[in-house]
């Protein structure tokens, strides 16, 4: 930086006469306005207000005019080197506002792209289908029960008034084991019942027994030998058979929808009396379809009841039997199959898909049913 | 059951216009299971009429006989001349009686009869075999009738083409309803209409000039009647309404004295035995048989007895097994012509047999022999030990009327002493168990329109009627007025259930995995639990393993799987062959499941007691019980082929890897809330370099990695198939670890990177735990991000490259103090492994 002179004269001067201060003004401003992207900005900007410009240059002049004429000049040269600044700055963020633009357009994506990367799980729809019965009723206060799959004859049979020369003994196309004397594939959860009924000191017993059991049926569209079940018990005082047909209705509303109901049909099980044959009001067309040849419905064949299983009064021998006093107590069951259950829910046509483990068939369940 | 409605009108005057799906609804709701009601003749239009055979021209130009007839039909054809029909059956002659269809008539089918042009002559109609009229398809040939109906008579009618028929699934309790007696009886009651019971018939007192017999078991056999008809023409046939109504009972017409039985049998609900006298040696006995004995019964099967079968014998021997099947050597003899004199030679002389047998012992004889006979099949469930007279009385009637048979005098009727079995209940017990009033009143009259006779106030003595032994207990009472007051009237209420705990712990988990194992996209299976020796074989896994100790079963589905799974694995590994095989070649999927296991359980296995039911099983029967049962952990596993992330426009495809068969067990140790140790193992049917053994503490709980090649190419499965396999109840065993909620520090994080050099052979996991070791409490964190092998290192040598996190509770750490905890960590990693510094 140079030391200002004293003996300068302003005349003499000619870069800070006011035209030529006006002229690099309107000069620099005109680069500015004419620089088309960021770098040529900053080469007119090195050019006019680097260290080196004319009005930079014009600037340090100003400190060798004498005292009267640097204010004068300071005033003007001050003046112009805001103006072009002000121009700089304005330039500056059109610029960037097009570079930024211009960049998302170019960083652009095609969102719709697939993505199927994660592999896709699922869970089985026996499975959650359960689990969802099991929480209608543990809403409603029950415990979920659970036993072995291989059964002793005793708990699979007998203790629930089937002895051993029982007509309705000889149809459970039961598993026997080989080598074995009493011991069988479970053919139905009931033994589940027997062992709550003996676990408890004394009733209530409000129990749901979901799990696998086993009938040598051979595979076919619609049957399995190995299927899965549901059976509730319920022993307390005073039970009655309306208890056991409102415990279904909300069952069935649960699962169906408000407004499904059930009806009972005389039926006959060993292990309850009374005892009842369940249906609920097809869920797809609520009876409408029953003699009505235009609207068929595929449900339940135009009957309008759905069967769902069988039920009844927990027969007192089975009490007596697990030491319950069937003079104090009575209670109400009910089984049916999951299988079944989810075939008219999901419209699933042929049971090999449930049980094959294609993963085509499980996957549009998801989670939860 | 099958129950022509014709039939059923005969006991209940049902209004007309009733239809059997209105008796269907009805019976229903009374408790049959009508599962159908078959209308036949429903498409059925005459004219169709019975016609005589005038005349009959043999063609023999075609390649099969033909005939043409000239067949008087009467007046039906309007004209009253012949009627020319064109004909391919030959069962006939001329003279014969037959039935004619007449052009303009439908058969069943719908079958539109039109005269028509064929084998160069015109056929002005049908001559009908039973098959074409929707009769049955047991017979070929045409029906040639009886000699008595008159030509032109309308046949629709004479042969009740016209009818519906119930179609009702007897449960074991009802067995008086494998009867027309029966379901007439619930249809009287269901219509509020009186009952003609056919079992109200006169019969003569017992005498002792009847047919000999001595019943020997009276326990099997308390009643047991006999009579006998002589002069009995062994050319009759049955008439064609007994016939038709056979047929339409769904059993097959046979023989005239076979065909009373059984329709007496259909009628009553007693089984009936016919014998040809002539042919029994002395008395008739009922005793058991001596274990060896033999008989050739009916169906001409030798059998080899048993000591507990009941038997029918004379002086020969066994004549048949009672309530089973008769013998082939008192059979009632067909009828033969003598070609000769023309003399008709057969059974003249026939010994009905109505008897009562112990339902358990007909029931046992029927499962040993495999005969699950319609006889059976009523004893077994219970037969009216008080309408055997009738029903004998009703054969020898019929016996009198159609095949112009003499009843004899003698009457034989063996009784032995029977309890009276009454039943003692409050009368308001049926209020309670169906949570409605019905009313004493109620309650008394619809117990005594089912039979029973009842006495009492307060509690009611109800003796049940003889054809309804079923009812033994004071809640079949309640259920017989329940049901007739209808079940659909039962009002819809909810018990007061106690408040509940919801899921078990147990439960809750195998939720949680389910859920974690399909988010980490898994699929699940429930694969059947069966396996046999050929998939063991090929998992390589050897004699004496516990995973070839299986529960056998001894009636399997089929024969090569005739075992219970010890292990998830092969089910797994047919799913996700089968899923290979579809074409989905990517593929992991999981399954929680049971498997059975023998080892380690006692000489109780397989041998549980019988015990009573009449009272509570002791503490220590329940223990004998389980004792007789393997064991049956849950177990969850996992298999994996092909690709976990698969090439696409983001990069390469990623394999399903050992990694992610060890990683699934993490998963599940961590729903689990349990700390899984990972060491290296060799554990068939594993690879032996790949396979990871899984630990609680010292507990092996399970195994993971990547599968044995051999296994790979003996199961056919895809290469590198991976797979995971835990046992719940052992992972579990500890309990759960309880999370504690964690203190968050605010302060900086001091990042420090540090890259060791060791031996191939050293594990990372030891790494890993020198370093934590020697980090001290500072470190929050330590992840492995790269492992190194290379030129660089040597040879035999490996680096491993991890990112320290250290970080205080309470200060911003300084530079020096995260340097002098990594220097720890290191100095650790030297001492216990060797590690160094990678330069
Ligand atoms: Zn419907």
Redesign the pocket.
């Given at each position: 930086m140079s030391a200002p002179n004293k003996s300068y004269d302003p005349v003499e001067v000619e870069a800070l006469k006011p035209e030529e201060i006006e002229r690099l003004r309107d000069e620099a401003i005109a680069a500015f306005a004419a620089a088309t992207d960021l770098d040529a900005l900053h080469e007119a900007k090195v050019a006019h207000t680097g260290d080196r410009s004319p009005l930079a240059l014009a600037n340090r002049e100003i400190g060798a005019l004498p005292p009267a004429a640097k204010a004068d000049a300071g005033k003007r040269v001050g003046a112009a080197r805001g103006a072009v600044n002000k121009a700089l700055a304005g330039r500056k963020v059109e610029l960037e506002a097009e570079r930024d633009a211009r960049v998302l357009v170019e960083e652009a994506v095609d969102v719709t792209l697939p993505y199927d990367r994660a592999p896709r799980g699922g869970r089985h729809p026996l499975t959650t289908f359960a689990e969802r019965l099991m929480d209608v009723f543990t809403a409603m206060g029950y415990s979920v029960a659970e036993g072995p799959e291989v059964e002793a004859e005793w708990l699979n049979f007998d203790a629930l008034n089937m002895g051993p020369d029982h007509p309705a003994r000889s149809t459970q196309d039961t598993f026997f084991l080989k080598d074995a004397d009493s011991v069988v594939l479970r053919t139905h959860t009931s033994g589940v019942q027997i062992r709550s009924l003996l676990a408890a000191a004394e009733p209530p017993v409000y129990v749901i027994c979901p799990g696998r059991v086993f009938r040598s049926d051979e595979l076919d569209a619609t049957h399995t030998p190995v299927f899965n079940q549901v059976e509730l018990l319920a022993v307390d005082e005073g039970l009655t058979m309306a208890d056991l047909k409102g415990t279904l209705d909300h069952m069935v509303q649960s699962l169906f929808g408000e407004g499904i109901s059930t009806r009972l049909r005389p039926n006959y099980f060993p292990f309850t009396e009374p005892s009842a044959e369940m249906d609920m009001v097809?869920f797809?067309?609520?009876?409408e379809?029953v003699g009505n040849p235009d609207r068929p419905?595929?449900?339940?064949s135009?009957?309008?009841w759905?069967e769902l299983g069988g039920c009844g009064m927990v027969n007192p021998r089975v009490l007596v039997a697990c030491g319950i006093d069937p003079n104090k107590y009575s209670g109400f069951a009910f089984g049916f199959g999951i299988e079944r259950m989810l075939m008219f829910r999901h419209n699933v046509e042929d049971m090999r898909d449930i049980v094959e483990g294609d993963v085509r068939f499980t996957l549009p369940f998801g989670m939860e049913i | 059951m099958r129950v022509p409605l014709s039939w059923l009108r005969e006991y209940v005057d049902l209004p007309a216009g009733e239809t059997g799906r209105d008796i269907q609804a009805k019976l229903i709701r009374a408790g049959l299971e009508v599962e159908g009601v078959e209308l036949l003749g429903a498409d059925l239009k005459g004219p169709l009429v019975v016609g005589q055979v005038l005349a009959i021209e043999e063609l023999t130009e075609f390649k099969k006989p033909i005939r043409y007839c000239q067949v008087d039909v009467g007046d039906a054809n309007g004209t009253g001349e012949p009627q020319n029909i064109v004909c391919g059956a030959r069962n006939f002659a001329v003279g014969d009686k037959v039935v004619v269809v007449l052009p303009g008539a439908v058969l069943p089918g719908p079958f539109p009869i039109a005269a028509r042009q064929t084998y160069g002559k015109t056929s002005e109609g049908m001559i009908c075999s039973a098959r074409e009229l929707g009769m049955g398809d047991d017979h070929d040939g045409i029906i040639v009738l009886p000699p008595e109906y008159e030509p032109g008579t309308d046949a629709i009618e004479l042969l009740e083409l016209v009818d519906e028929v119930l179609d009702i699934a007897v449960t074991a309790d009802r067995g008086y309803c494998l009867s027309l007696r029966g379901v007439a009886r619930e249809t009287a009651i269901a219509y509020d209409l009186p009952l003609r019971d056919p079992a109200l018939i006169d019969v003569p007192p017992a005498n002792s000039y009847g047919p000999p017999v001595k019943v020997e078991d009276q326990t099997g056999c308390d009643r047991f009647v006999a009579r006998s008809v002589v002069g009995v023409d062994p050319a009759a046939k049955s008439p064609i309404w007994m016939q038709r109504r056979i047929q339409k009972a769904g059993m097959r017409p046979i023989s005239l004295a076979v065909d009373i039985t059984n329709y007496v049998m259909l009628e009553m609900g007693q089984p009936l035995h016919a014998y040809d006298r002539h042919r029994i040696d002395g008395a008739i006995t009922v005793r058991r048989a001596t274990a060896g004995e033999k008989l050739r019964t009916l169906d001409g099967v030798e059998r080899t007895l048993d000591a507990e079968d009941l038997l029918i014998c004379d002086d020969s021997g066994p004549i048949g097994i009672a309530g089973v099947m008769g013998g082939a050597g008192t059979e009632i003899a067909d009828a033969a012509v003598d070609p000769e004199t023309g003399e008709v030679t057969g059974t003249t002389e026939i010994v009905i047999e109505a008897a009562h047998f112990t339902p358990v012992s007909i029931a046992r004889s029927a499962r040993r022999h495999k005969l699950p006979s319609e006889a059976a099949k009523r004893f077994e469930r219970g037969v009216d030990p008080e309408a055997t007279k009738a029903a004998a009385q009703r054969a020898v009637d019929l016996l009198v009327l159609v095949a112009g048979g003499t009843a004899e005098a003698g009457v034989t009727d063996i009784v032995a002493p029977r309890p009276v079995h009454s039943i003692a209940i409050a009368a308001d017990l049926p209020d309670r168990v169906a949570g409605q009033e019905y009313g004493r009143e109620t309650v008394v009259r619809r117990l005594q329109e089912v039979g029973c006779t009842v006495v009492g106030t307060d509690v009611l003595v109800v003796t049940p009627p003889t054809w309804r032994p079923d009812l033994t207990d004071p809640n079949d009472l309640c259920e017989e007025v329940i049901r007739l007051e209808g079940y659909e009237n039962l009002p819809s209420t909810l018990p007061n259930v106690p408040a509940g705990r919801g899921l078990t712990e147990a439960q809750r988990l195998r939720r949680r995995i389910g859920v974690a194992l399909a988010s980490a996209g898994q699929v699940e299976v429930q694969n059947y639990p069966f396996i046999g020796e050929a998939v063991l074989d090929a998992l390589g896994i050897e004699a004496g393993d516990p995973r070839r100790e299986t529960v056998k079963i001894a009636n399997p589905i089929s024969h090569e799987e005739p075992s219970l799974r010890t292990t998830l694995l092969p089910g797994l590994l047919g799913a996700l062959h089968r899923n290979v095989g579809r074409g989905t070649t990517d593929v992991a999927l999981f399954e929680l499941g049971r498997v059975f296991r023998v080892d380690g359980t006692a000489e109780t296995l397989y041998h549980a007691p019988r015990l009573p039911v009449d009272r509570r099983p002791t503490e220590d029967e329940i223990a004998q019980l389980n004792a007789a049962l393997p064991r049956q952990p849950h177990r969850v596993g996992a298999v994996f082929a092909g690709h976990r992330d698969p090439q696409g426009w983001w990069g390469k495809a990623q394999a399903w890897s050992w990694a992610d068969a060890v990683e699934a067990a993490r998963t599940v140790a961590d729903a689990a809330g349990v700390e899984l140790t990972v060491r290296q193992d060799q554990h068939t049917p594993w690879h032996p370099g790949r396979c990871a053994g899984l630990y609680v503490g010292e507990v092996l709980v399970g195994h993971a990695g990547e599968l044995h090649p051999r296994v790979v190419k003996a199961l056919n499965l895809p290469e590198r198939t991976c797979a995971m396999e835990l046992d719940l109840d052992l992972l579990t065993a500890g309990g759960a670890v309880k999370a504690e909620g964690p203190k968050i520090s605010t302060f900086p994080v001091a990042t420090q990177d540090v890259a060791l050099v060791v031996d191939d052979a050293v594990k990372a996991a030891d790494v890993e735990a020198a370093l934590r070791a020697g980090a001290g409490e500072l470190l929050e964190s330590l992840r492995l991000f790269d492992v190194y092998r290379g030129e660089s290192i040597g040879a035999g040598r490996k680096s491993l490259a991890y990112a320290l996190r250290f970080r205080a509770a309470d200060r911003t750490l300084t530079a020096d103090e995260a340097s002098a905890a990594r220097e720890s960590a290191v100095a650790e990693a030297a001492t216990r492994v060797g590690a160094t510094l990678r330069g």
């Open positions: 097809c797809v067309c609520r009876g379809s419905c595929r449900t339940c135009s009957e309008g759905i | -």
